[in-house]
């Protein structure tokens, strides 16, 4: 409602409103007068208070507007350029995967998709267990809650060499680079993935 109306707008409605129930407090709490001689004959020094309310009402409502508009565009822009990286990490030649603290899928661009046989919205969700051999699967769990309680990870940061698992079975070599970061507290683990020649 109010972003539809602008807090300017609102104050300046506010600041209208003000002569009117300022008018019926003195006509009919004070008694002092008839409502409209109140409102339409106040005293000078009733003016210039009513006046200098309603400024106030005014340059708030438009100094509200205005951080209003603004953290709007700085929300717009940090939407964009989150877009745009998605779009250049969902183009990047290495396979991109991201993963949470649970060791379930929540990013996956297309190159993950050609590498590994999974399409984005078959593999989002699941553990990431299903691209690692079955043989590395308890060596990768261990490695997670070392992390986990240490925050020490000797595969993090540099090249890894190691084996992946396709959708189809095969076992393939690739070369990996995982980083970790923490978001609210949990970690997020991220992943560019290529295959290695043999």
């Avoid at 003195?26 to 309310?53: A, Q, Y």
């Avoid at 060791?103 to 691209?131: C, M, Q, T, Y």
Wanted: with cysteine.
């Amino acid at each position: 409602m109010l972003q539809r109306i602008g807090l300017c707008k609102l104050g300046i409605l506010v600041a209208i409103l003000f002569w009117f129930v300022e008018a019926l407090l003195h006509s009919f709490v004070f008694g002092e007068s008839t409502f409209l001689n109140s409102l339409l004959k106040p005293d000078p020094n009733e003016i210039w208070m009513r006046t200098l309310i309603s400024i106030v009402v005014i340059g708030f409502g438009y100094y509200a507007q205005r951080a209003v508009e603004q953290q709007e565009q700085m929300q717009e822009q940090i939407r964009k350029k989150g877009d745009r990286l998605h779009e250049v990490i969902d183009c990047s030649y290495d396979a991109y995967i991201s993963i949470d603290a649970g060791g379930r899928i929540n990013d996956w661009n297309r190159s993950a998709e050609v590498l590994f046989g999974w399409p984005r919205h078959k593999i989002i969700g699941k553990l990431v267990d299903e691209i690692i051999p079955e043989r590395l699967r308890e060596a990768h769990h261990k490695g997670m809650k070392q992390y986990q309680r240490s925050n020490i990870g000797p595969m993090l940061y540099k090249p890894m060499y190691t084996q992946a698992l396709h959708r189809d079975g095969f076992e393939f070599a690739v070369e990996m680079v995982i980083t970790p970061l923490k978001s609210d507290g949990a970690p997020e683990f991220f992943a560019f993935i290529r295959e290695r020649s043999s």
